[in-house]
């Protein structure tokens, strides 16, 4: 070989490992369930089998102590943000599809900072984070692409989506309406994921948000997911399954995507729900008290796991506090960005605490809500720091405090289990104050709130820190200006 061509080779070498040295930042793959119920996994005993799932959080991470918000917008809201939906105007309700509202202009999300250390940022699946002028919508906001839709709900394969008397079509390709009809969204959004990672620049970081419409209502899957699910009674919970096994499914078939890149081995996967499963709807959370909407624990202890080769800890069981806010300053110092120009953070940097199981003792307390628009319960407590007849809940350590109307507090058993029952709670007209040891009795059944009177002033007087720094509630009514018929049969921007 002469001199010039062992130089040459030097050269490709040298230039060959300055490339990888620079792609060093992971790629981030970013998965949301919706309406996923903690009982509605493999590894938490579910009668649903999730085996992709199941391996994925088996050889990463699995958060068992983790929070997000009891519906959709709120918790989208705070993994985008970083910031508790008091400081947002997002204390109230979802996003309806008629509404003209969205998460403020002014609130830095996630993928405009990844995009400050050099990410490409796409998402695929449900924005619900507001869409009534283009401003709002998530190529305008951080997104170098978007497939996906813009409601909270909507049909699986027809892509329709209802608001009262108004229905459209609700599905976009970037900013432009797209007509995929027929195609079940589950199979749709994670072919349209692929194609991302298959036509992706692999010297460039990448940022891939997947919020699944799985598994929310309309309960429809293909005739084949549900076969395996035959032997469930329960129609509803029979359907259901057969969506988590297509969801599943999907899943399993993105991270082969991710393999044959060549990428996987510096991708963190992070994968959580948006809030409690809806047992009107097929979903469960037994053992876990309540369900979607509610702030009792079935609300908001959602499934979530990490998986990556960077984690310095795998195949183990995390019970550190964490909640969906905190996802924000996590993945950006993970990525190596900073939280410059974002407005204070009620989400924590968990990166150490997650991955090397570093008690930091970063979250101590945890606002779940405060909403000053739910009609208020019941008697003020005497003395009380917080009007607890409004409905709101904080976590402080040990303690969780609920006040006003949490919504249903039943525990409801998956149907095969129905002969369960327990003793339904008296005087829930007027009874507003709830307390309970979290980490004694994480299922709700021991309300401490008589017994424990200073511990409830001391979380009352939480709640009325928490509320003196509350922006004004953002929840207008529906316009008819937002009607489809109006914009070719679509939803989208209109004014």
Known sequence: MTTIHVYSSLVLSWLACLARSQGTKPHILLVLADDYGYNDIGYHGSEIKTPNLDKLAGEGIKLENYYVQPI?????????????QIHTGLQHGVILTAQPNGLPLDETILPQKLKEVGYATHAVGKWHLGFFKDEYL?????????????????????????????????????????????????????QKAADIVNNHNTDQPLFLYLPFQSVHSPLEVPEEYIKPYMHIEDKDRRTYAGMVSAMDEAIGNLTDVF???????????????????????????????????????????????????????????????????DWFPTLVSMAGGNLNGTKPLDGVDQWKTISEGVSTGKRTTLLHN??????????????????????????????????????????????????????????????????FNITADPNEH????????????????????????AVPCRFPEPDPKADPKYHDGYWGPWM
């Open 138 to 190: 998530p190529t305008n906001r951080g997104f170098d692409s978007y497939f996906g839709y813009l409601s909270g709900a909507e049909d699986y394969l027809t892509h329709s989506a209802c608001n009262g008397r108004m229905c459209g079509t609700d599905l976009r390709e970037n900013t432009d309406p797209a007509n995929y009809t027929g195609v079940y969204s589950a199979h749709l959004f994670a």
């Open 446 to 469: 021991n309300d401490l709130s008589d017994t424990m009177p200073n511990v409830v002033m001391q979380m009352l007087d939480v709640l009325a820190q928490f509320n003196k720094t």
């Open 72 to 84: 959709c917008t709120p918790t989208r809201s705070q993994l985008m943000s970083g910031r508790y």
């Open 370 to 435: 405060i909403d000053p628009l739910k009609p208020p319960v019941g008697e003020r407590l005497s003395e009380s720091p917080f009007d607890n007849r409004m409905t709101a809940a904080v976590r402080m350590g040990d303690w969780k405090l609920i006040t006003g109307s949490p919504g249903n507090g039943s525990w409801v058993p998956p149907p095969h289990m129905k002969s369960l029952s327990f003793p339904p709670e008296t005087n829930l007209a007027t009874k507003n104050i709830w307390l």
């Open 259 to 325: 393999k044959k890149k060549g990428i996987w081995d510096n991708t963190l996967m992070v994968f959580s729900t948006d809030n409690g499963g809806q047992v009107y709807a097929g979903g469960n959370n037994y053992p876990l008290r309540g369900w979607k909407g509610s702030l009792w624990e079935g609300g908001m202890h959602g499934v979530g796991f990490v998986h990556g080769q960077m984690l310095k800890r795998k195949g183990v069981v995390s019970r550190d506090f964490i909640h969906v806010s």
